[in-house]
Structures are given as C-alpha cells and as structure tokens.
C-alpha cells in the first residue's frame, strides 16, 4: 500500500514539476498558463467545492481536481515545450537522493 501511494506521489510531483517548467517557457499558450495558475489558487484557497471542515471529503475533492488538472493541462503543452522541459525536470529529481530510492 505504501509503496503505490509512493508511486503515485512521485507521479504526482514530476508532473507538478513538468508543468511549472512548461509554464516557464515562452512558447507555452497563454490559456495553460491561466490553467495552472487558476489550479494552483484552488489549491491553496480556502474556498473549496467540499469544505476542509470534513474529515477526508475536503481533502479529496483537493486531491481529485489536482490530478486531473495537471494531466489535462501538460496535454495542452506543444510537444517542443515539453521535449525541451523533460530533462531539466529528469535531472533536477536525480539529484534528490528520496527520489531516486525505491521505485
């Protein structure tokens, strides 16, 4: 169990990654831009769809809406942006030494 809830974290984090590098690039369309910063103001907000107040409901509605939005957003990156970020994200996670342990 903890090792798929590991799996999924580092999923999680390279795309959050990807996506921040993508963000960074000129050549990414406006409207991902907006995407990921609309995304990340829900995150932090403490506006939600579920209140924070309830037990679990109010983080997986968080959970939920992270993890398709980041998926849907890298889909709208042009291949070039996210060739060229790939490996500046691949390079900075081999650096983190809990990152590279275990997969």
């Not at 406006?30 to 983080?59: E, M, N, Q, R």
């Not at 490996?87 to 342990?101: D, E, M």
């Amino acid at each position: 169990m903890l090792s798929r809830l590991r799996r999924i974290l580092k999923v999680v984090g390279r795309d959050l990654l990807l996506l921040w590098y993508c963000c960074r690039d000129p050549a990414t369309p406006w409207f991902v831009k907006f995407g990921a910063v609309l995304l990340a103001l829900y995150a932090i907000s403490p506006i939600d769809l579920v209140p924070d107040t309830i037990p679990l409901l109010g983080w997986i509605d968080d959970v939920v809406i992270l993890s398709f939005g980041i998926p849907a957003l890298l889909k709208l990156v042009p291949p070039p942006v996210l060739a060229h970020a790939e490996p500046t994200v691949g390079r900075l996670l081999s650096k983190w030494k809990f990152w590279r342990a275990g997969t």
